[in-house]
């Protein structure tokens, strides 16, 4: 029994059949790659390879390359960071936490989303490993191995340690979160092939038959591994906060970070998916699955964490003039009025006012300025890092010690490194994995489709 | 599943009569009872000795009785408030699961009026031995007890008046918060029967654009509301935290609220529509938020512990190394964290009334006791305590 | 006749028609090896009679391994093996094992069941699978009915009380 409500959009408009949205997304896979597809490719490779200079530099010649002083020892490489695992949550954001909140909309995007947080933790966790210095002489230190592999036990109080684990568990999971979905997926493909793509889709696809009591269990694990991921999430955020807010730096130390980095986390991931899924849905002309419907609800995400995320500000704002603690109230004002103001204002605009655009229906249903306006997103998440990190230990407690930070050419080109391999990463699944989970679009043709509507 | 018809008693109503009204009575009297007693035997308890030596800061039975007003004040006005904040938030998140049981969370509503009353007066008689920022002597740079923080934070109580005089500011705040919250509310009352009456979908995108302006607004009241009615006690303790925590400690009470109501109608007959996937869903939400609830709270506990600033952590100090709020902390983390979290954690007892309604009473009262911890410590001292 | 090498399979076009099918089909006393799906249905597992997964309880139970051996690992490392002044802190600050606890529980009880599940669904990458149908990974659902264990009807009958419920399609397949 379908019950449908007056109210409800359709989630996949142009009448599609359940056949439809098998060859919609399978051909893709099938087809030769396109024109454009190459170019981008090409482009991402080459973003790639001119980063890998400055990344080899920064190897050969150490971190001295980057534009770090003794004053500020954290800059570009961590802002990067956070920015990178903070795009890394609107994935299993979408798969987990909407799942439990039975939001059918996610289906059309969770494929993708995923995909894109899989690649941004990748370039996320880059950014720690360069910055050991040597990496090949002791990643593993990061790992609690025994004294007589040269080092003490690692230190469990320390909140980069969290990170590892964190990161990790995180990256694990959603991998195999991911890849689940994937399976019944591979499986179509698979039984549409032929020769060499059969065999390579055939053991992608783990011997999937499709069978009831197999999706049965598919489903439960979904559920589970939504319940688990959803914790997930949150904490990965949060201890990369903890990064800052453990410390005793005024403008680091302020127990709002763990919620606050979370729901900026999830408003820069959502800006980054809509980024991908406008150009991928025009490319491979899925418009039929990723609608407006869609994008004006990823809009109205983005503008309730930019909020959430504006009255983070100005609660630390007030509470560190509130707090009555000088250093506290001199980090805050020397934020907006200091030398790096221009950072600041910017985080402030691109942050807190621009997503409130989306407040009018023309703004979030046009698909040419939510393309803009999810850049600018990005870029204010990164100033808001930036702000964060860079701001808050330039004036050191000294005077004596107060420093400016301006980046290098190896910084900018790590940078780049990390946005060649996003790309890279993002193309080569664009073209041989199926970017719209077929399966779960096909479980709402019927309910959500344009023909019971009409 | 085939076509089902659904036979359901549109016209049921709830009617508030003998057998409702006896027992609410009966804790009415029973209640009076109790506080007059409680008042009785902290008279007789005394705190008399120490009235020579303290002067101005001795105990009184009194502070007890205030102490203990202001805490059903911001918790019932919290329960209230949240009621028409789960409604407000089921229509802008479209949410169709919830339709039959969404006039449960309005009707809460019904108590911001009065909420309001009780607060806005109390504060007059409470206040001032709940606030130890409304102390005059605290902003005169000439008295000995002058305080130069306090002094500092003056503007945001008393602007535009003399620090120290008339907290206009807070008073304002405290009223305009009440008041908008009480209209919010009987504007979506009167948008929620409309839409029953007049088949309409206008109604519910009236709503809805309602619902998303109240959501505004309540997320910037409901975190200022925090720093004055509950931060602003410990006047010298601040923390970011605070406005996200008082909402997830409302939240999860409110839910909890909501969760048994539901369930103690359906035992009545009512609420035909209501199935056990509703009760689930709604089982869900206590057990989320119940950890989300954990989440705020370790996450404030685990940067002051970790940092261990003096004056940040003196808060966690105060009532962790004390013998009388110490156990009590720990008795809060077990009645909201822990024993929902093992009690719900299976889908049967989410399913089921008997463990729900169990969770639900465990979590009113444990957040009770949350909102005594805040209180309680920077009004009574070591007066404080549950009995 | 031999067991799970001859089947009679009824085609069905529509999820709905599909799950009263079964429903049917059971009533009627025949017994259904398994139904193929391009997507998971929902209800389906109700209909077809299959009991509530265990999964969850190992998801559990793998889950407080990982908290286990989380503090466990913690405690002998930080408070016993080599114990370090850290921060001022105690040796065994209990708060600041919590978020590596965390991660640890959420990581073996993820891979704990999904490696289940892998196993109890017989999935592996040199998995070969036995297709019925292969629109069922398409746009059809598939319902087998192994003759051998219907051995009281024969395959037209199975055939007449499938199309009764809806097939549009009623096929044979045989394995070797």
């Given at each position: 029994m379908q019950v449908t409500s007056s109210l409800r959009e359709p989630l996949?408009?142009?009448?599609?059949t359940l056949k439809d949205v098998t060859h919609d997304v399978s051909r893709h896979v099938e087809g030769k790659p396109t024109l454009s597809w190459i170019l981008a490719l090409l482009t991402s490779v080459g973003v790639l390879g001119v980063g890998a200079i400055a990344l080899a530099a920064t190897l050969w010649e150490g971190i001295g390359m980057w534009g770090l002083n003794k004053t500020i020892g954290w800059a570009w490489d961590i802002t990067n960071f956070v920015w990178w695992v903070g795009i890394g949550h609107a994935g299993t954001l979408i798969s987990a936490v909407l799942l439990l909140f039975r939001q059918k909309w996610r289906m059309a995007i969770n494929r993708a989303a995923e995909a894109m947080t899989i690649f941004a933790v990748i370039c996320a966790a880059l950014f720690p490993v360069i910055h050991m210095g040597r990496p090949w002489v002791g990643a593993y230190w990061a790992l609690p191995l025994p004294n007589t592999f040269g080092s003490l036990w690692v230190n469990f109080n320390s909140p980069l340690l969290w990170d590892v684990f964190a990161i990790s568990t995180y990256f694990s999971v959603s991998l195999v979160f991911w890849y689940i979905g994937l399976i019944p997926d591979f499986a179509t493909i698979r039984d549409r092939a032929t020769g060499l793509r059969k065999t390579i889709y055939g053991a992608l696809s783990f011997g999937w038959d499709g069978a009831a009591k197999t999706w049965f269990r598919y489903e439960a694990v979904a559920l589970i591994l939504a319940g688990l991921a959803t914790p997930l999430v949150l904490s990965v955020h949060t201890i990369v906060s903890f990064d800052f807010a453990t410390s005793v730096i005024p403008g680091w130390h302020t127990t709002i970070f763990p919620p606050y980095f979370v729901a900026g986390a999830i408003f820069s991931g959502f800006a980054m998916v809509l980024t991908l899924m406008i150009i991928t849905r025009k490319v491979f002309k899925l418009e039929d699955y990723i609608t407006i419907g869609h994008i004006e609800l990823m809009n109205i995400v983005i503008i309730i964490t930019g909020s959430i995320v504006g009255i983070a500000y100005i609660t630390e704002f007030f509470i560190a003039w509130y707090s009555g603690v000088a250093a506290e109230q001199y980090a805050f004002i020397n934020r907006a009025f200091g030398p790096y103001w221009w950072a600041y204002w910017a985080m402030m605009t691109c942050n807190?006012?621009?997503?409130?655009?989306?407040?009018f229906k023309k703004i979030r249903t046009s698909i040419v300025l939510t393309f803009i306006l999810s850049i600018v997103v990005n870029i204010g998440m990164w100033f808001e890092r930036f702000v964060i990190i860079v701001t808050s230990l330039h004036?050191?407690?000294?005077?004596?010690?107060w420093a400016m930070f301006s980046p290098t050419w190896a910084d900018m080109g790590v940078y780049l490194f990390t946005f060649g391999l996003f790309f890279t990463l993002f193309l080569l699944f664009a073209k041989f994995f199926p970017v719209i989970n077929m399966a779960e679009v096909k479980s709402i043709v019927k309910s959500s489709g344009e023909k019971v509507k009409k | 599943m085939g076509k089902q018809v659904i036979d359901i008693n549109w016209d049921q109503k709830f009617d508030f009569a003998g057998t409702f009204k006896k027992p609410i009575m009966k804790v009415l009297v029973l209640g009076a009872i109790l506080l007059v007693a409680g008042i009785v035997i902290e008279m007789m308890a005394g705190g008399h000795e120490e009235v020579a030596e303290a002067g101005d800061h001795a105990y009184h039975w009194y502070h007890r009785l205030f102490a203990a007003i202001w805490v059903n004040n911001i918790y019932f006005a919290g329960i209230a408030v949240i009621g028409v904040f789960f409604f407000a938030l089921q229509y802008a998140a479209q949410a169709g699961w919830s339709a039959p049981i969404l006039r449960i969370p309005l009707s809460f509503g019904n108590w911001l009026p009065y909420a309001a009353v009780i607060t806005i007066v109390s504060y007059f008689i409470v206040g001032h031995d709940i606030f130890h920022w409304t102390h005059s002597y605290l902003y005169d740079v000439n008295d000995p007890q002058y305080d130069r923080i306090i002094d500092g934070k003056g503007g945001f109580f008393f602007w535009p008046m003399a620090k120290g005089s008339f907290p206009i500011f807070f008073i304002v705040r405290m009223v305009v918060f009440f008041a908008a919250w009480a209209l919010f509310f009987n504007k979506l009352k009167q948008l929620s029967y409309a839409e029953d009456l007049e088949k309409s979908d206008s109604y519910w995108r009236r709503t809805r654009t309602v619902s998303a302006i109240f959501l505004v607004f309540f997320a910037v009241s409901s975190s200022v509301a925090a720093w004055d009615w509950i931060?602003?006690?410990?006047?010298h303790w601040f923390s970011t935290m605070f406005g996200w925590y008082m909402f997830a400690s409302w939240f999860v009470a409110g839910l909890s609220a909501v969760t048994l109501i539901t369930l103690f109608l359906k035992d009545k007959g009512y609420l035909e529509m209501v199935n056990s996937n509703h009760i689930h869903d709604l089982g869900k939400f206590m057990f989320a938020f119940s950890i989300f609830w954990t989440y705020i709270w370790f996450s404030q506990f685990l940067l002051i512990y970790y940092a261990n600033i003096p004056e940040e952590s003196v808060y966690f100090v105060e009532r962790l190394q004390s013998e009388l709020y110490g156990p009590l902390v720990f008795v809060n983390l077990g009645l909201n964290f822990i024993l929902p979290f093992l009690v719900l954690m299976t889908r049967d007892a989410k399913r089921h009334g008997v463990f729900l309604k169990v969770v639900s009473v465990l979590i009113i009262v444990g957040h009770y006791i949350d909102y005594t911890l805040m209180v309680q410590p920077g009004t009574l001292r070591e007066h404080g305590g549950l009995v | 006749m031999e067991r799970d090498k001859h089947f009679v399979l009824g085609v069905y076009e529509d999820e709905d028609v599909l799950l009263d099918a079964v429903a049917q089909v059971r009533n009627s006393g025949v017994k259904i090896h398994e139904v193929y799906s391009p997507f998971p249905v929902h209800g389906l597992d109700e209909a077809l009679g299959y009991k509530r997964s265990r999964l969850p309880i190992a998801a559990f139970l793998f889950g407080m391994l990982g908290t286990t051996l989380a503090l466990t690992m913690q405690f002998y490392m930080m408070k016993f093996d080599w114990p370090m002044i850290i921060g001022g802190k105690d040796f065994a600050g209990f708060p600041n094992f919590v978020p590596v606890t965390f991660e640890l529980t959420v990581l073996l009880a993820a891979f704990g069941m999904c490696g289940v599940f892998f196993v109890s669904s017989n999935l592996k990458p040199w998995g070969q699978p036995r297709i019925f149908d292969i629109r069922v990974t398409d746009d059809k659902h598939v319902m087998a009915i192994d003759l051998a264990a219907n051995a009281k009807l024969d395959e037209q009958q199975i055939g007449e009380v499938l199309k009764a419920t809806g097939a549009s399609e009623v096929n044979k397949k045989n394995f070797d």
């Open positions: 996949i408009t142009g009448g599609k807190v006012i621009s997503p409130q655009l989306f407040w004036r050191d407690f000294l005077p004596s010690s | 931060m602003s006690i410990d006047t | -």
